[in-house]
T-cell receptor, first 116, second 113 residues
Framework: AQKVTQAQTEISVVEKEDVTLDCVYETRDTTYYLFWYKQPPSGELVFLIRRNSFDEQNEISGRYSWNFQKSTSSFNFTITASQVVDSAVYFCALSLNSGGYQKVTFGTGTKLQVIP | SQTIHQWPATLVQPVGSPLSLECTVEGTSNPNLYWYRQAAGRGLQLLFYSVGIGQISSEVPQNLSASRPQDRQFILSSKKLLLSDSGFYLC????????????FGNGTRLTVT
């Protein structure tokens, strides 16, 4: 069985603060992919990043960075110097093969509010 | 470039009425298609997925059904809506190549009254 846990339901930070969104996953597969998506108030989900299970290198993209640690089954997302436009719900997702089909399981999301 | 269209954006329907939500993808062929539901304050629940025309798999048994009459068209239906069907419905697609990200439509907010 596969599972994604985002324990933080809601987070509020003041603009320019750094914030880390936690994601813990469970799977017995050795090959899998992890994703982060952003859902702004308008509702559509926007893909942010994909990471495969064999690549534990951390990644930085502008103010965004991701820390993948297989030892703790975590794939955390940090926003540096947060901005109001970062306010959204963020979803972590796990994808792996399930009977020839790519099954994607999402966490329950973390709602981030950045206060100006 | 590929685009996904989903409509309507909002819908208010009485209990017991039928439902039809449509999703189409442009700019690609033989996509994998998905229907997700997001209940208020909760995560995304996979309802149906399709790897080809007429091929539909259900993740959650309920009074909803899905059909794929054409390669890039995915329809979510119900004969009789329940109050519990209220939610935000999202269509998504991905290429047939494994483990590429999902791309979502703008969603349909359904309220069953």
């Amino acid at each position: 069985a596969q599972k994604v846990t985002q324990a933080q339901t809601e987070i509020s930070v003041v603009e320019k603060e750094d914030v880390t969104l936690d994601c813990v996953y469970e799977t017995r597969d050795t090959t899998y992919y992890l994703f982060w998506y952003k859902q702004p108030p308008s509702g559509e989900l926007v893909f942010l990043i994909r990471r495969n299970s064999f690549d534990e290198q951390n990644e930085i993209s502008g103010r965004y960075s991701w820390n993948f640690q297989k030892s703790t089954s975590s794939f955390n997302f940090t926003i540096t110097a947060s901005q109001v436009v970062d306010s959204a719900v963020y979803f972590c997702a796990l994808s792996l093969n399930s009977g020839g089909y790519q099954k994607v399981t999402f966490g329950t999301g973390t709602k981030l509010q950045v206060i100006p | 470039s590929q685009t996904i269209h989903q409509w309507p954006a909002t819908l208010v329907q009485p209990v017991g009425s039928p439902l039809s939500l449509e999703c189409t993808v442009e700019g690609t062929s033989n996509p994998n298609l998905y229907w997700y539901r997001q209940a208020a304050g909760r995560g995304l629940q996979l309802l149906f997925y399709s790897v080809g025309i007429g091929q539909i798999s259900s993740e959650v048994p309920q009074n909803l059904s899905a059909s794929r009459p054409q390669d890039r068209q995915f329809i979510l239906s119900s004969k009789k809506l329940l109050l519990s069907d209220s939610g935000f419905y999202l269509c998504a697609w991905r290429p047939g190549i494994p483990n590429l990200p999902l791309h979502f439509g703008n969603g349909t907010r359904l309220t069953v009254t």
